[in-house]
Each structure stands twice: as C-alpha cells, then as structure tokens.
C-alpha cells in the first residue's frame, strides 16, 4: 500500500507552505517558549533565594543554597520533565494528539503560578513547596515535547518538515532570552525603587525583605505565554495522520484536512482501513525492533549525551560568570544587584550565542540535512569545551572576554547542532502508531541528561573552584564526543514522506545510517 494512494497524505506532503502553518508554528512554539522560560528562569533568582533563605552571619558570607537543595531547585522540574515526556507521549499516541494538547499548557499555566506563591514557615517549608510545584510544572513542560514535536511532523509537507518542527523548537531560544531580560527588568525596577548597599557595605540591608517578591513575580509571569495560546491549542483539529492511521475515521480526516488546507480531499475510507491494518505493530512487537530499534537507539543515545552539556551550561551560568570575572563578587553585591548582572549575562550570552544557533539549523536543515548538522555540532562543541577545560587558567585571569566568546560559540552549535536536531529527528523517524511514544522516550533519554547536568556537573561549579570547573568542561567535552560517535546510529530523513521514511507506505524500511544515508537524503531533495 503507496502512501501515494492516499490523498490525505499526499495532500499534506506536497501542500504549498500557507498560514495554518505559520499559526501552528506559533502555538506549538509558545509552548516551548513557556517551556524554556519556566526551566531556566530558576537560574537567574536561585542565588536570591540562598541570600533570603539560608544567610547565616557568622560566615561573614551572602546566603547560599546547600549543594543538596541548589541540586534540587534547580533540578527537580527536569525529573518532573521526564515523567511527563513518558507519560504524555504514550498518552497521546492512546487517545489522540489533540485531546492531551491542551491538558499539557494548562498544567504548566497552574504550576507556573502556585511556584510563586510557595510560602511557609521556615526556609525549608519554602524550599519543599516550591519543589513540589516545580516538578509539576516540568510534568505539563515534558509533555510539550513530544505532542508539539509529533504535531508540527504530522501537519508539514515533506520539503519543509524539518525547518517547520526546528522552528517550533527555536521558540526555546526566545524563551531563554526572555528568562534572562524578564529577570534583569524585574530585578532592575526593585533596585530603582529600593536600593541596597553591598553585601560588604551593609550585610543585613544587601537583602531586603522585600526581595522576596521579586523572584516570585519572575516564576509567575511564566504562565502568560501559556494562557494566551491555551484557546488557539484546544481550535486545532487533530492531526489527519493520526485520525485516518490510527483512529481509521476517513471521512473526519478528509473533512479536518479539506477545510486546514483549503482543498478538496476524498475520504478514501477502504484505502484508509487497508492502510490501518498494515500497521498494527506496537512498540514491543519484533517488528518494531527490527525496524526501528536501532534508530531509537540513536536518538535516545544522541539526546542524552548532548543534554548532559546543554543543560550543565545553563544551570552552571550563575556560578561561572562570578568565577571569570564577567559579573563581580557576591560579597561586592547586593542581592539584587546580583540577580541583575548574572541576568544580564544570561541574556547577553543567550541572544548572540544561544539564540542565532536555533535559527541557523531552521534556514539550513532542509539544505544541508539533520545528520550533517548534529555532526559537525557536537564536534565544534567538543572542541570548544576542550579548550575552555584546558585554557581555564589563561581565560580566567588574561582573557575573560575571549571565555565569553568561547562559551558562547559553545551554545551556539549547540542550537545549530544537536539541540535541534535531537528534536526533530524523533518526530520523523518512527511510525504514527508509536510516534509520540518514541520522541517521548527520546526526550525523556535526554532529560536524565539533564538531571546528570543538575545532580553531578553543576556540584563541580557551585564554589568556584578552578580544578573543579575545568573539570566539568572536559567532562562536557568527553560526552560530546560520544554524542558525534552515536550520531552515526541515526539516518537522514530530509526530503522524504513520513510513511516512506517508517515504511508505513507497505515499502520496505530502506532507512539506513551514516554517510551514505546522508547523501541519500540529498538525492531526494535534488530529485523533489
């Protein structure tokens, strides 16, 4: 059975690029600007919160979060991020893309707010509640993956597929961007009204009580993005792949289709039900294994290995900048004087390093292919974090601004590399049935990345120490490198029907790995 005897698919695959597209792009991508926004804002206030929380004067030091409670602010809602990926990926391939869509945004709008109303007793009660609504909210945040990854796939033609789903992934970026500058506004209007002197000027005035509501606010206004999409997500009808493969309803995705592209579709209902039948295999099955095992596989192994890096980077920010000499010392700080300039650098870093990468891989990945781009990504990362390992000493003390363009370039083939295609490439690889499920198992890979990032790396920088720091980067250096080796797992897709790519089509699966699939994915191309 041809995917081309389908007209739903072949309408989709070779629909002209209109402004349904663009607007799904918008929806799926805000939510994964809520989602970046909520993961990273943690970064900028945490050292906040140790000077509200956990001073205690006879250090003659700011306040700090012990290493075991920074770990768990800062990481709990990636373990929240993790669960949900799992769950809401199956969930979603159970009873429909659309039907979870919705349930996902309104969690992280809910959790984003009761995070900033985390109020008890003690530091601690305060600490744990936040903790708890945290990783609820990374439940609802591991849920955008893979139904917004799963999504875009399913709704793009085949010559723009992958620029489509990166773009939905490049909101990230802007979410990141928006942490920083959010952060540095808010921190900046405090000081304006209140001043502080230093924390060696005046150690018990650096912190004023009412700081406490600044990093509040910042946790809370990252329910805004999801609020206003939350209508716009539940008007989208679901995706016609899933209602004609899965569910086997024609007419209704002849019907969805027709009136989303502004064709007429034939509902086809006997080639649909043939089609249905073809592809009953489930994810267990032998079949799948045989088919599909080594792919998942790689995009397992790829993300896992690449957020390892990607996330040590981000949450570790706080804590390299005051060790380079880009932000001055805590001690010459008041508290948030503090939360500004480490803002500041997250923002500076994030927009000429972190968010240009994002919108590289959009322009360039249906020219020069995923395989190619998360390649040559992970091995310029490698290379750069070597550097910074080996040259800690010289960067520190002769060349702080040589360290930022290094650490941004890092960040930036992060983003025109692995951090994108780890994304898209799960939602292209696997076939509709199992679809959700396997970008969720992909994602979910990385997010245990991630909590190595936040549970180990980050215990590397949290002192400043140099032996230690320059450690973890070459730590950062090591997994990269495994991650361009495991790339060689995973094939190129560009240029290709979804069914054809899965075997779906009743095709044999002729996706294979490495160089030579690479240059198959630009036959395609050359040939559409």
């Not at 739903?8 to 989602?35: C, E, K, N, P």
């Not at 086997?248 to 989303?260: E, F, I, L, P, T």
């Not at 994002?358 to 990945?365: L, S």
């Amino acid at each position: 059975m041809s995917s081309e005897g389908l007209e739903v698919l072949r309408a989709l695959d070779s629909a002209r690029t209109q402004w349904y597209h663009i607007t799904a792009i918008i929806i799926a991508g805000m939510g994964f600007f809520t989602d970046a926004y909520d993961l990273f804002c943690i970064t900028t206030v945490s050292k906040l919160l140790g000077r509200l929380y956990f001073y205690d004067p006879a250090t003659g030091k700011p306040g700090k979060l012990p290493h075991g409670v920074n770990n768990a602010v800062t990481g709990v809602a990636l373990v929240g991020t993790f669960c949900g990926q799992l769950f809401f990926g199956w969930f979603g391939d159970k009873v429909g893309r659309k039907k979870v869509y919705g349930m996902t945004l309104l969690l992280m709008a809910v959790c984003a707010i009761c995070s900033g109303l985390s109020f008890g007793a003690t530091a601690h009660s305060v600490i744990n509640t936040l903790c708890f609504f945290r990783f609820w909210l990374g439940f609802g945040i591991g849920g955008d993956y893979p139904l917004s990854a799963t999504i875009m796939s399913e709704y793009a033609n085949k010559s723009t597929r992958g620029a489509f789903i990166a773009a939905v992934f490049a909101m990230q970026g802007v979410g990141i961007i928006f942490a920083g500058l959010v952060s540095m506004i808010t921190s900046k209007l405090f000081l304006s009204y209140l001043g502080a002197p230093s924390f060696a000027e005046d150690a018990l005035l650096s912190t004023p009580p009412e700081a406490d509501y600044m990093w509040r606010i910042v946790l809370m206004l990252g329910c805004l993005p999801a609020l206003l999409t939350f209508y716009w997500r539940m008007k989208m009808p679901e995706t016609g792949r899933y209602t004609a493969l899965i569910e086997g309803n024609a007419k209704q995705a002849a019907s969805d289709m027709a009136r989303v592209l502004d064709i007429d579709i034939e509902a086809e209902n006997d080639k649909v039900s043939q089609f249905k039948a073809a592809n009953k295999y489930g994810l267990l099955s032998r079949e799948f294994f045989a088919r599909h095992g080594v792919h998942l596989i790689g995009t397992a192994t790829t993300w896992f290995l690449l957020d390892i890096a990607f996330y040590s980077q981000n949450l570790t920010q706080k804590d390299i900048f005051p060790a380079i000499g880009l932000i001055k010392k805590d001690i010459n700080m008041s508290a948030l004087r503090e939360v500004f300039e480490t803002s500041r650098a997250m923002f500076v870093i994030a927009l000429f390093g972190t968010f240009p990468g994002y919108w590289f891989t959009v322009f360039f990945i249906e020219r020069i292919g995923r395989w190619v781009i998360q390649l040559v990504g992970f091995f310029m990362m490698s290379v750069f974090m070597l550097i910074i390992g080996i040259k800690y000493d010289y960067l520190k003390h002769d060349n702080g601004m040589l360290f930022a363009v290094l650490y941004g370039l890092t960040f930036f083939f992060a983003n025109f590399g692995p951090n994108s295609t780890t994304f898209v490439l799960p939602a292209e690889l696997f076939p509709t049935r199992v679809r959700a499920t396997c970008h969720a198992i992909s994602a979910a890979s990385g997010k245990a990345g991630a909590m190595v990032g936040a549970f180990w790396i980050q215990t590397y920088t949290l002192d400043g120490d140099v032996w230690k720091i320059k450690k973890a980067m070459i730590i950062m250096a090591f997994t990269n490198m495994l991650g361009f080796c495991f790339t060689f797992l995973v094939p190129e897709t560009r240029g290709r029907s979804l069914e054809e790519i899965t075997g779906e089509d009743g095709r044999a699966n002729d996706t294979t790995t490495g160089t030579s699939n690479n240059r198959q994915g630009g036959i395609s191309m050359e040939s559409m």
